[in-house]
């Protein structure tokens, strides 16, 4: 089972900043949160990764609460090419990533 | 940056033939690779965990017979789906593993008419 949970879908204006959560109470010590996106009939594309300490690439940055048991995925400036559907994942003890359901999430012109 | 190159990325067979996808590393060598089914609105399903020079280890429910993995070299890995069925239509996708995280390939939506 995914030991993530993020809401279904979300919507967001274009040009605003996009704000994806997700939980993962359950999340061990040495476990990476890492986020990818997939647009449709595509294969997913790696966004960004961290372990506790907030991250910052090109792409997007990833806020992890302390307790680490959530994340947010913020893009900053959200374009129509960024509608798709966001995984946020914690891979298992044997290093394969579990997926959960993801965010579908829908930029608006 | 890491590229993984998934071949062909549609392909449509008759019920009862074999269909082979292809899953290459391009600029750096993949001791594990992964094979991922994907229904249309669902998640991926891991099936297996490809693995160079040894064999690959299956998900629960997944037929080593009928989705076979062969995985010679270091830079590639292939899954062949025997007598396919209407059922096995679906988008299959292969990564590959590297220090610094996994690479997915583009997909293979292969449907069986």
């Known amino acids: 089972d995914a030991k993530t949970t993020q809401p279904t879908s979300m919507d967001c204006a274009e040009g605003r900043a996009a704000n994806l959560p997700c939980n993962h109470s359950?999340?061990?010590?040495?476990?990476?949160v890492y986020w990818y996106r997939q647009i449709h009939s595509q294969g997913p594309q790696y966004i960004i990764h961290?372990?506790?300490?907030?991250e910052t690439n090109e792409m997007a940055s990833l806020i992890i609460t302390e307790d680490r048991k959530s994340s947010t995925l913020i893009l900053p400036h959200a374009t129509l090419r960024d509608t798709a559907v966001y995984y946020c994942?914690?891979?298992?003890?044997?290093?394969?990533?579990?997926w959960g359901a993801g965010t579908k999430l829908i930029i608006k012109p | 940056g890491a590229v993984v190159s998934q071949h062909p990325s549609r392909v449509i067979c008759k019920s009862g033939t074999s269909v082979k996808i292809e899953c290459r590393s391009l600029?750096?060598?993949?001791?594990?690779m992964f094979w991922y089914r994907q229904f249309p609105k669902q998640s991926l399903m891991l099936m297996a965990t490809?693995?160079?020079?040894?064999?690959?280890?299956?998900e629960q429910g997944v037929e080593k017979d009928k989705f076979l993995i062969n995985h010679a070299s270091l830079t590639l890995s292939t899954l062949t789906v025997t007598s396919a069925h209407p059922e096995d239509s679906s988008f299959y996708i292969c990564?590959?593993?590297?220090?610094?995280?996994?690479?997915f390939g583009s997909g293979t939506r292969l449907t069986v008419v």
């Open positions: 990564s590959a593993s590297r220090v610094s995280g996994y690479t």
């Open positions: 600029d750096f060598q993949a001791t594990t």
């Open positions: 490809s693995n160079e020079g040894s064999k690959a280890t299956y």
């Open positions: 359950t999340i061990s010590g040495n476990e990476y």
């Open positions: 961290g372990l506790k300490n907030n």
């Open positions: 994942i914690v891979m298992d003890s044997n290093y394969q990533l579990i």
